[in-house]
């Protein structure tokens, strides 16, 4: 039976903890993962390829682990505050709502991302007071599908759009996606 070696490559994120990329001939097939032997198992599963691999540390060039695909595919960490000491727990995978729930990990820290800032303007979105560029007309999709927090001032997700001082209100057309 044939081992694949894959690199593990640790970052370190300030505030988050390491975070490790798998490397397999030359191509990161795993990113920024926080359980990266199990990571790696799923997606060399999904590729088709069966029997064993070896995890190596990219600064070393050390063998840490020697784990079955297949086997490996089905388990993951399992971390849980004040439970004592992680453990290993079948993998279940998020189910479709519950991913749509969770707002995207981001390593921008505390940087804007282009996401939480107002179109053409390069300004958070809260400061840039909810205009866009001239001309454009506003959607409904935006800040609330970003899981951003709706400002007030923001009148677009109730179908209005904002408006200027001593203007009247104008209904929002909304596209069909």
């Excluded at 001939?25 to 590729?47: F, G, K, M, N």
């Excluded at 179109?119 to 609330?144: I, K, L, M, V, Y």
């Amino acid at each position: 039976m044939t081992t694949i070696d894959v690199q593990l490559r640790p970052t370190w994120i300030r505030r988050v903890g390491y975070r490790y990329d798998v490397i397999l001939d030359d191509e990161v097939i795993v990113r920024q993962s926080r359980d990266p032997e199990y990571d790696t198992a799923r997606v060399l599963h999904a590729r088709g390829l069966r029997g064993r691999f070896r995890t190596i540390d990219f600064r070393t060039g050390e063998p840490r682990m020697i784990l079955d695909i297949a086997k490996a595919a089905k388990l993951c960490t399992v971390e849980r505050a004040n439970k004592g000491p992680p453990t290993v727990g079948p993998y279940r995978p998020l189910s479709d709502d519950a991913r749509a729930r969770l707002r995207p990990h981001s390593l921008h820290q505390g940087r804007v991302l282009s996401a939480e800032t107002a179109h053409c303007t390069g300004q958070p979105a809260a400061a840039a007071g909810g205009g866009g560029c001239a001309g454009e007309r506003p959607t409904n999709e935006g800040s609330a599908s970003r899981g951003l927090r709706e400002d007030p001032r923001h009148r677009v997700s109730q179908g209005v759009r904002p408006k200027p001082a001593g203007h009247a209100r104008v209904p929002v057309e909304h596209e069909e996606a």
